[in-house]
């Protein structure tokens, strides 16, 4: 197959959290299927291991954009980089996320909440802001942001961790129903549970054999950014 027959030939897509685990595997999932791919995450080392990854199969390397989401001026610069570079913005993975501190909620410490807010709500909609011109312009521009069954399905001593994902997911869908008349598409994702370094934290007695490994949640991701996906505003349930 030539290259530019692959589905995402010449697009250009962004991923938050691509350092590792479902972030790292969406990043090769989506540059296996020719795109080119910005890969952002905090540590410059496992970004780094990314692009020798995508190396080592013979594909495009990324552009590596080492930053923590929390610093919201360098999501504005970005945004300004990308589009004097490539003029437009054909797909945003926000994936990136953290689990915080798990426990009653009243003995959260204050510093805990807000730093899981605006890795897990803020730093999205400050990609929003930043990359919604670009998608606009883009031919097919493709939004997923990267949820968790904890959005809806609530229980004890996980309040942090699914308050910012019920925020996340009213933040795509209030993005989504915004662009009804576009032809972008903002969708959500719910990996369900998946042999990353977060599940390990979250559920330290499970055995990581029994889960999926992140590539087969990536592969139902990057269902979402194809030109193909015409859903808008749904959120899509991990099958593996
Ligand atoms: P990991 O902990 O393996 O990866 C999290 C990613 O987010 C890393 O690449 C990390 O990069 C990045 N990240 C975290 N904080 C910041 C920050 N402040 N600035 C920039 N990047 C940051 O988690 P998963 O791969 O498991 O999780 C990916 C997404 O999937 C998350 O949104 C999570 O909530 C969701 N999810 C995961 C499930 C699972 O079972 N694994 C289940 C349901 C949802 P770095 O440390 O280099 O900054």
Same mark, same amino acid.
């Given at each position: ?96 996320? %953290?689990?915080? %501190? ?110 999926? %490994? ?27």
């Amino acid at each position: 197959m030539l290259v530019t027959d692959l589905p995402l030939a010449d697009r250009v897509a962004l991923v938050t959290g691509a350092s590792r685990g479902i972030g790292f595997a969406t990043a090769q999932a989506l540059a296996r299927m020719g795109a080119h791919v910005i890969a952002c995450g905090r540590s410059k080392r496992l970004l780094e291991d990314l692009d020798d990854a995508l190396k080592a199969e013979g594909l495009a390397p990324a552009t590596l954009v080492p930053f923590d989401l929390r610093d919201f001026p360098a999501i504005d610069r970005l945004g300004q980089a990308i589009f004097e570079r490539w003029g437009r913005l054909d797909v945003l993975v926000g994936n990136a996320g %953290q689990l915080g %501190q798990l426990g009653p909620i009243g003995h959260v410490k204050p510093d805990a909440w807000n730093e899981l807010m605006e890795v897990n709500v803020t730093a999205n909609w400050r990609l929003i802001r930043s990359m919604d011109p670009l998608l606009r312009i883009a031919e097919t521009g493709r939004a997923v942001f990267v949820s968790s069954g904890a959005a809806r399905r609530i229980r004890a001593y996980w309040g942090p961790y699914s308050v910012t994902k019920a925020a996340l997911e009213a933040l795509a869908k209030s993005y989504a129903a915004e662009l009804v008349e576009t032809h972008v598409r903002v969708n959500i994702f719910n990996p369900g549970p998946v042999r990353t370094a977060m599940r390990a934290k979250a559920m330290p007695g499970e055995n990581p054999e029994t889960l999926p %490994q992140p590539a087969e949640a990536a592969t139902e991701l990057v269902k979402l950014c194809l030109p193909s996906c015409t859903a808008q505003g749904e959120i899509f349930d991990s099958k593996v």
